[in-house]
C-alpha cells in the first residue's frame, strides 16, 4: 500500500519526529498553518476518522492519550486545536487518518 504516513512511521521517508510510543507517532507539518504544527498518527493504517470501528478505536484512544504530552512538550500552555480533516469536503489530502495539533497563537477565527 502506497501511504506517505506509513513511510513516515517506518522511517523510509525522514521527520521530523517530536513523539514516538508503540502505537503513535508525531511530527512536525512539513507546511505549517500556525507556529506549532505538529501531526499526530496512529501506527496503524486507517483512512480517516469515518474508518473508525469498535475494532481499530483503540488507536483513537492512543493518539488522544499521548495528546497532552505532545502539547506539554511543546509548550503550549495556554492551549491549542486539534483538527481532523474527513474525505473530499473535509479538505484530507493525506489517506491516513491524522490529527493536527495546532498552536502557538490564538486563533482568531472560530470555525465551530
Ligand atoms: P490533511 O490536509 O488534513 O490531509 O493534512 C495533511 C498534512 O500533511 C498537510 O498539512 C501537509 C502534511 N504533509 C504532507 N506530506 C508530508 C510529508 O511528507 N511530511 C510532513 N512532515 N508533512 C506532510
Redesign the pocket.
Known sequence: MDC?FCE?IRGS?P??KVFENEAVYA?????P?APVHI?IVPKAHIASADEINADNADAVRDVFLAIPEIAKAAGLTNGYRIV??IGEDG????KHL?F?LLGGQKFAEKLV
Do not use: M, W, Y
Not at 27 to 31: A, H, L, M, N, Q
Not at 91 to 94: A, L
Open positions: 506517505i513516515i521517508i521527520s521530523q511530527f512536525r507539518d512539513i507546511k498553518c501531526l481532523t480533516n479538505g484530507q489530502t493525506v491524522h493536527h
